[in-house]
């Protein structure tokens, strides 16, 4: 009896070993869960690839991988990406973008009454949470989620498209400060797009899986993310391989826009310093605008650019009456150095410290204990920013994964784990830590 057991559990062992050292014969398993990077104003989607163990994240049929957050309604359709970016100037009241500052929240009337002035579409009350009220052929509206829901299934498209197969499960990343609700509601809006949420997990873990953390011997990450808006400082504790996000603290109103203000600012002013009349027309700061833009992310990489931009300037001549005379063309041109642009925006830069000794106060750690420093966001990009991070931890920061896929990235790898990936990976959970509060500068 009992060597018949035994020779049963050969007989199975042996099978095993088989099954397991044939597996490697085999072509690899496709990914089945992709990872979701729903942001507030870029989306992407990733998957990790069972055999190589690469992370793809992937592209729309243009090659682009960071997808607009933005949704636009037409009386036959529905947009969403860039296509519904290519309506919001024609479309603006019917073009939503910013929803996921709105997803799963309940507003005082004030507060949500100020949040909507800031937009060209109608944010209505609705008993505390946002709708949003559209008006095509006829009027009606949409939540939060609904938009969200658009925005993920547009993702999962990518990837069928992508995979040449059906995706009906996820990994969905989240802003640390969400609660329960937020949450809860970021999930049912993956369940509109026909997607079941195995994990929901947070950015800056996410970002600091796509740098491999999770299976190093680090305690102590620091998680700097500086999008086009909004700084986010995360402080990431590990234990055994878990997570715990130990403070958290920010500035909601930093970030890449307020940087090319600055820019904006000085060419205005060149403009009137070189031809006594500031830009004036709509379309000539909308140039400028588009110009600095551009300038700005040329000197993460070049010491200088010349920005070159026609405008259309009510030029006063002292032999003619300047009232009613037609504007005049000129050709506005600038040198800008990366050192300008350091000197317009030392003072925000600054500003970046101010969350990271919160988060090192509250998690009462010097900061020579923090093992690794993860940046995230375009607006990490920015050499002097690397370089004040730099220099105030007296060590180099985590670069090599480009900041705008960081997150994505991190979410690919969780939902590779979570697809029972292979070769095997470390698992890496997080600790909720519902005590959590974010300290906001601004
Ligand atoms: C609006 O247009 C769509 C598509 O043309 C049509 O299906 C729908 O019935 C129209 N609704 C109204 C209220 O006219
Ligand atoms: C409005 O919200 C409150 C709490 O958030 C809830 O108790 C109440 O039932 C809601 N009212 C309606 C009409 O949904
Ligand atoms: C979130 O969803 C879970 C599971 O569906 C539910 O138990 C919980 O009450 C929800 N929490 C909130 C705040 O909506
Ligand atoms: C920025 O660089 C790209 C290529 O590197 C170039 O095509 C573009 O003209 C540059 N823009 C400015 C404003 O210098
Ligand atoms: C970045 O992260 C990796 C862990 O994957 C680590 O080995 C490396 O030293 C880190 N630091 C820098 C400055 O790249």
Redesign the pocket.
């Known amino acids: 009896m009992s060597g018949e057991i035994s020779m049963i559990g050969s007989v199975i062992l042996a099978l095993f070993l088989a099954g397991y050292l044939g597996q490697q014969y085999l072509p690899p398993p496709k990914p089945k869960v992709i990872g979701l990077d729903l942001g507030t104003t870029f989306c992407s989607v990733g998957v990790f690839h069972p055999g190589s163990g690469d992370v793809e994240v992937i592209a729309d049929e243009e090659g682009r991988k960071s997808i607009p957050s933005a949704v636009s309604f037409t009386a036959t359709a529905v947009l969403a990406g860039h296509e519904a970016v290519d309506l919001a100037d024609s479309n603006p009241q019917n073009t939503v973008y910013d929803g996921k500052r709105f997803i799963g929240k309940i507003f005082e009337a004030e507060v949500l009454e100020q949040e909507s002035a800031r937009y060209p579409f109608k944010v209505i009350n609705n008993n505390g949470s946002a709708e949003f009220l559209l008006s095509t052929n006829h009027t009606f509206t949409v939540s939060p989620e609904f938009i969200a829901s658009r925005l993920l299934l547009k993702m999962r498209k990518m990837a069928e498209r992508r995979l040449d197969m059906r995706i009906q499960k996820a990994v969905i990343s989240v802003p640390a400060e969400f609660d329960e609700r937020q949450r809860n509601f970021t999930v049912r809006a993956a369940n509109l797009a026909g997607l079941e949420i195995l994990r929901v997990i947070n950015e800056p873990t996410a970002a600091a899986m796509a740098y491999g953390l999770h299976k190093v011997d680090v305690f102590n990450v620091l998680v700097v993310d500086l999008g086009g808006g909004t700084l986010d400082v995360s402080l990431l504790n590990k234990q055994g391989g878990m997570f715990l996000t130990r403070a958290m603290a920010g500035n909601n109103k930093l970030g890449g826009q307020d940087f090319s203000q600055r820019l904006l600012q000085y060419t205005m002013e060149r403009v009137q310093q070189e031809f006594g009349v500031p830009p004036a027309l709509k379309e000539d700061i909308h140039r400028l605008r588009q ?1 600095v833009e ?2 700005k ?2 000197l993460t ?2 010491p200088s ?3 070159r931009v026609p405008l259309s300037l009510h030029i006063h001549d002292s032999s003619e009456s300047a009232r009613g005379a037609a504007p005049a063309p000129v050709l506005f041109q600038a040198v800008i150095t990366r050192e300008l642009f350091e000197e317009l925006n030392e003072d925000l830069f600054e500003k970046i410290l101010a969350p990271v000794e919160t988060v090192l106060a509250e998690g009462r750690l010097d900061k020579a204990d923090v093992d690794e420093i993860v940046l995230v966001g375009g607006s990490t990009r920015i050499p002097r920013i690397r370089r004040l991070i730099s220099e105030y931890f007296g060590k180099d920061p985590n670069t090599s994964v480009d900041p705008d896929l960081a997150v994505v990235t991190g979410v690919a790898i969780q939902a590779g784990i979570m697809g029972g990936s292979w070769p095997l990976q470390v698992s890496a959970i997080e600790i909720p830590n519902r005590h959590l509060r974010k300290t906001n500068f601004s």
């Open positions: 110009a551009a300038a992310l040329n990489l070049q650019v010349t920005i």
